[in-house]
């Protein structure tokens, strides 16, 4: 497994971060997800076999979120 971080802009509260949530555990591959809406971060444990950062960060775009690999 590997961890990633991402910075995202545009999470208000904690449905923001609830949503990030729940589209980033929705990818195959996807373990741990911890989402910080206050900091405007998240962590992402996931299996480089199964899933990428591109896939990661096309999610939390298509969920309406700027975000990049920090």
Do not use: P, Y
């Not at 076999?49 to 775009?61: F, H, I, K, P, S």
């Amino acid at each position: 497994m590997q961890n990633i971080h991402l910075k995202i802009d545009g999470m208000t509260c904690g449905g923001c971060a609830n949503s990030v949530n729940r589209v980033l555990r929705e990818i195959n591959g996807v373990g741990d997800v911890q989402v910080d809406w206050q900091n405007g971060t998240a962590t992402v444990q996931f299996d480089a076999a199964q899933t990428d950062v591109a896939a990661l960060v096309d999610a939390v775009e298509n969920a309406g979120f700027n975000v990049q690999a920090a």
